[in-house]
């Protein structure tokens, strides 16, 4: 139970570190400036949990897996997506790129990245989302000890989609 708990306590962690990729690699500013005001429609079975660090938002999956969101506003948004979801892995090793794709996003792009990788020899999984709307990039993460579940990265994939921000 113990070594559980540590790994998804490591694993949540980890999360909330990559999607500080775009905010630590995007400029010399000290202040950091997030997006306000922006809309997401997670699952109803998703638990809204505190988020910690530079996480805008945090929810635990019944599956125990954690998805993250971060945004950062007029530092990065003249990176491609490839290079944002790079600089989110930064310390990362044996990443392993199991899958690549575009999305489609309102007023937006997006690039969905599913990696098996790992961090202090513990294996792990995750979905990374970038994501450019107006002057902000949203960086989305799943997190998971074992390979994802087919409907719940559909699931996140949905999340992502669902951004509204800049729209009226």
Not at 43 to 68: E, I
């Amino acid at each position: 139970m113990k070594s559980w708990l540590l790994k998804t306590l490591f694993l949540f962690n980890f999360a909330i570190l990559c999607c500080l990729g775009c905010s630590l690699f995007g400029g010399g500013e000290s202040k950091i400036q997030r997006a306000e005001s922006y809309d997401l429609s997670a699952p109803a079975q998703w638990k809204q949990k505190s988020a910690k660090g530079d996480s805008d938002r945090a929810y635990q999956l019944p599956s125990g897996n954690t998805v993250s969101v971060t945004s950062v506003c007029d530092r990065t948004k003249d990176a491609s997506l490839k290079v944002l979801t790079r600089q989110i892995l930064i310390g990362t090793r044996n990443v392993k790129v199991i899958e690549e794709q575009d999305l489609l996003i309102p007023e937006g792009s997006g690039l969905f990245t599913s990696i098996k990788a790992s961090s202090e020899g513990t294996p792990f999984y995750l979905g990374i989302a970038v994501v450019k709307k107006l002057d902000c990039v949203f960086d989305f993460s799943l997190v998971s000890q074992k390979p994802m579940n087919k409907e719940e990265q559909k699931d996140f994939l949905r999340f992502v989609k669902s951004i509204q921000y800049g729209t009226h």
